[in-house]
């Protein structure tokens, strides 16, 4: 499509839309079940599987994702017209690593241990399809409101799937939440959920729960 | 057997449609075929119905593991008495491992069983015996020792993640009690591995020997020293390990008993036990070190290698179906085993790695082979 043909389609739209019309709602809510960027699409899931042995780390990550999501889509939004779709990736590239360069900034300075255990998947959201895919999907055809929203919705969408798997693995891998041994002293930890496989099977398991519940049937 | 007839007779109309118990319906027919032969008949066309069907194969490989699972048994004892520096009679040593070992089947097959129905329960698939043989095989291939809930989870992970989410008997990937087993290997090390789980009682320590060591062979290689025993107690199998794994003997036994049945694929068996001394042998002609050194025949003997090649590695849901593709799988099988064991002894058990791999990459094999044979037939029909 090119941006004429957008813009045209803009135009055509009543100007004066309420900040959280339904349209906008779904932009939040559908990221979160029936659209979910890591249990529907399935991207971002190597992240999904590093950084969720524990909690508080898991939440660091989820914000950081979820601001970089929200305020990319933001700036590329405002941005469409005047990028040469030729050359759109390169610019997609550069804003999101600028953000998470601050972000990365961020989190040494004011929570240094959290980005230590982080290491470098702070650096590789970058590279996470999920801010890519929204880009390329809905900032680049978007107003900067809306595309804020989506931003938001997919940033919640990824955080909530993480938070489910990081708070199963640690308290099954090690028998505490948020760092307290809510399940004793003497709870034998699981190693299959530390690792990196146990999250997969997580994940996988949650996937199939969420499919069980929403009714899905294979494409043939 | 005339009463229970009449008592499955007389229940019967509770369990079919309309009846009250009509939602465990896939129950109860499991159960009336498990006691009786099945009268279905064929309704259309000529089909041939082999006598053969999947209860008599899983009651067949139940039959083979017997000698090493009663061998087993009074090994556990024999272990234990000989570090406790007591003389038990046979029978002593045999009932003591029979206490010890009983719960753990039992659980094994209590939790995997309830599992299996109550999936077939909520997908209304009849019932079979898919679980006989891995409810049996996941008890011999654990330590004597290991904690009842954890060979709960095990099963339950073994039956879900390994077999379920795949669609249940027939359409798994991997062999069940080998998803069981390497679940616990990599959940929890400290019961799965080491000097002190494979003799019973040896954690908790009381009343052991002076200088009795519970290590294994495949223990002792991981730290890079020579076999203790001789290679004809390895073959016999009286040395501390997992319950049904430590003598190749009774493996054979129960090999030979499957390979006459027609039931266990001998391929699979040779290729694996030629593949394991092939590369024995190489590594023997290298040599160097402690590990390349060790005798390309103990690796036969040591370890759960005979059980694994035998009784797992021939399982013939994950196993390669094509003629040539057994062969590259055993062969490969046998081949990885060693060299896991060689080059990585922090895992010392390598046949368990070997088949699980293996069974990831036997449909591949597979697929390579059929293709090769079309391109054969293909490139005839041209010349």
């Given at each position: 499509?090119?941006?004429?043909?957008?813009?045209?389609?803009?135009?055509?739209?009543?100007?004066?839309?309420?900040?959280?019309?339904?349209?906008?709602?779904?932009?939040?809510?559908?990221?979160l079940?029936?659209?979910?960027?890591?249990?529907?699409?399935?991207?971002?899931?190597?992240?999904?599987l590093?950084?969720?042995?524990?909690?508080?780390?898991?939440?660091?990550?989820?914000?950081?994702?979820?601001?970089?999501?929200?305020?990319?889509n933001?700036?590329i939004?405002?941005?469409?017209?005047?990028?040469?779709?030729?050359?759109?990736?390169?610019?997609?590239?550069?804003?999101?690593?600028?953000?998470?360069?601050?972000?990365?900034?961020?989190?040494?300075a004011?929570?240094?241990?959290?980005?230590?255990?982080?290491?470098?998947f702070?650096?590789?959201?970058?590279?996470?399809?999920?801010?890519?895919?929204?880009?390329?999907?809905?900032?680049?055809?978007?107003?900067?409101?809306?595309?804020?929203?989506?931003?938001?919705?997919?940033?919640?969408?990824y955080?909530?799937?993480?938070?489910?798997?990081?708070?199963?693995?640690?308290?099954?891998?090690?028998?505490?939440?948020?760092?307290?041994?809510?399940?004793?002293?003497?709870?034998?930890?699981?190693?299959?959920?530390?690792?990196?496989?146990?999250?997969?099977?997580?994940?996988?398991?949650?996937i199939?729960?969420?499919?069980?519940?929403?009714?899905?049937?294979?494409?043939? | 057997?005339?009463?229970?007839?009449?008592?499955?007779?007389?229940?019967?109309?509770?369990?079919?449609?309309?009846?009250?118990?009509?939602?465990?319906?896939?129950?109860?027919?499991?159960?009336?075929?498990?006691m009786?032969?099945?009268?279905?008949?064929?309704?259309?066309g000529?089909?041939?119905?082999?006598?053969?069907?999947?209860k008599?194969?899983?009651?067949?490989?139940?039959?083979?593991l017997?000698?090493?699972?009663?061998?087993?048994?009074?090994?556990?004892?024999?272990?234990?008495?000989?570090?406790?520096?007591?003389?038990?009679?046979?029978?002593?040593?045999?009932?003591?491992?029979?206490?010890?070992?009983?719960?753990?089947?039992?659980?094994?097959?209590?939790?995997?069983?309830?599992?299996?129905?109550?999936?077939?329960?909520?997908?209304?698939?009849p019932?079979?015996?898919?679980?006989l043989v891995?409810?049996?095989?996941?008890?011999?291939?654990?330590?004597?020792?290991?904690?009842?809930?954890?060979?709960?989870?095990?099963?339950a992970?073994?039956?879900?993640?390994?077999?379920?989410?795949?669609?249940g008997?027939?359409?798994?990937?991997?062999?069940?009690?080998?998803?069981?087993?390497?679940?616990?290997?990599?959940?929890?090390?400290?019961?799965?591995?080491?000097?002190l789980?494979?003799?019973?009682?040896?954690?908790?320590?009381?009343?052991?020997?002076?200088?009795?060591?519970?290590?294994?062979?495949?223990?002792?290689?991981?730290?890079?020293k020579?076999?203790?025993?001789?290679?004809?107690?390895?073959f016999?199998?009286?040395?501390?390990?997992?319950?049904?794994?430590?003598?190749?003997?009774?493996?054979?036994?129960?090999?030979?008993?499957?390979?006459?049945?027609?039931?266990g694929?001998?391929?699979?068996?040779?290729?694996?036990?030629?593949?394991?001394?092939?590369?024995?042998?190489?590594?023997?002609a290298?040599?160097?070190n402690?590990?390349?050194?060790?005798?390309?025949?103990?690796?036969?003997?040591?370890?759960?290698?005979?059980?694994?090649?035998?009784?797992?590695?021939?399982?013939?849901?994950?196993?390669a179906?094509?003629?040539?593709?057994?062969?590259?799988?055993?062969?490969?099988?046998?081949?990885?085993?060693?060299?896991?064991?060689?080059?990585?002894?922090?895992?010392?058990?390598g046949?368990?790695?070997?088949?699980?791999l293996?069974?990831?990459?036997?449909?591949?094999?597979?697929?390579?082979?059929?293709?090769?044979?079309?391109?054969?037939?293909?490139?005839?029909?041209?010349?």
């Open positions: 499509m090119s941006a004429e043909a957008i813009s045209t389609v803009e135009k055509a739209k009543p100007a004066s839309e309420p900040l959280f019309s339904k349209k906008n709602r779904k932009l939040i809510n559908n990221p079940d029936a659209d979910n960027p890591i249990t529907v699409q399935v991207l971002g899931v190597c992240s999904a590093a950084v969720t042995v524990k909690l508080i780390p898991t939440l660091y990550m989820c914000i950081s994702v979820t601001l970089v999501v929200a305020l990319s933001l700036l939004s405002l941005m469409r017209k005047v990028i040469p779709s030729r050359i759109r990736i390169i610019v997609q590239l550069l804003v999101v690593a600028s953000l998470v360069a601050v972000v990365d900034q961020m989190l040494q004011y929570a240094y241990d959290v980005s230590k255990q982080l290491s470098v702070v650096g590789l959201i970058i590279t996470n399809c999920i801010v890519m895919g929204r880009l390329e999907a809905f900032a680049l055809a978007n107003k900067p409101w809306p595309s804020v929203l989506d931003g938001i919705g997919n940033g919640l969408g955080s909530m799937i993480l938070i489910i798997v990081a708070f199963f693995r640690e308290l099954l891998g090690s028998g505490s939440l948020f760092g307290y041994k809510v399940l004793g002293e003497n709870y034998l930890g699981n190693g299959v959920l530390m690792s990196p496989v146990g999250a997969c099977i997580a994940l996988g398991l949650l199939w729960a969420q499919r069980a519940r929403n009714g899905y049937t294979e494409e043939a | 057997m005339k009463f229970l007839r009449n008592t499955l007779d007389k229940l019967k109309p509770n369990f079919e449609k309309g009846g009250k118990l009509s939602f465990l319906h896939s129950v109860f027919d499991g159960m009336e075929t498990f009786f032969v099945p009268n279905h008949t064929t309704k259309t000529s089909h041939i119905r082999d006598g053969i069907d999947l008599r194969t899983m009651f067949m490989v139940v039959l083979a017997i000698p090493a699972t009663l061998f087993g048994m009074w090994n556990e004892g024999y272990q234990y008495h000989l570090a406790m520096g007591q003389t038990a009679s046979l029978f002593d040593n045999f009932l003591f491992g029979f206490l010890q070992s009983l719960p753990i089947i039992v659980v094994s097959y209590g939790v995997g069983l309830g599992l299996e129905f109550m999936f077939c329960q909520m997908k209304g698939h019932i079979n015996e898919g679980f891995s409810g049996l095989l996941i008890p011999l291939c654990l330590p004597p020792d290991i904690p009842l809930w954890m060979v709960a989870i095990a099963t992970f073994a039956v879900i993640v390994g077999k379920e989410i795949f669609g008997t027939g359409m798994n990937v991997l062999n069940p009690a080998l998803t069981a087993r390497v679940f616990l290997y990599i959940a929890y090390p400290g019961e799965m591995s080491g000097d789980v494979w003799v019973t009682g040896l954690k908790e320590g009381v009343g052991i020997v002076d200088g009795y060591s519970g290590a294994t062979t495949l223990g002792l290689l991981a730290v890079g020579e076999m203790t025993i001789s290679s004809w107690d390895a016999m199998g009286w040395i501390p390990g997992s319950m049904g794994e430590t003598s190749a003997l009774m493996c054979l036994i129960g090999g030979i008993f499957l390979i006459i049945t027609g039931i694929s001998w391929q699979i068996m040779l290729s694996t036990v030629l593949g394991a001394l092939g590369m024995g042998m190489i590594l023997n290298v040599g160097g402690v590990y390349y050194d060790f005798p390309a025949v103990n690796h036969l003997l040591i370890g759960g290698f005979a059980f694994g090649a035998i009784f797992m590695a021939t399982d013939p849901v994950s196993a179906q094509t003629a040539r593709g057994k062969w590259i799988y055993g062969a490969l099988i046998g081949i990885l085993t060693v060299l896991i064991r060689v080059f990585n002894p922090a895992y010392p058990e046949i368990m790695f070997a088949i699980l293996m069974n990831v990459f036997a449909p591949l094999v597979d697929y390579y082979v059929v293709k090769s044979n079309i391109n054969r037939r293909l490139s005839r029909v041209k010349a």
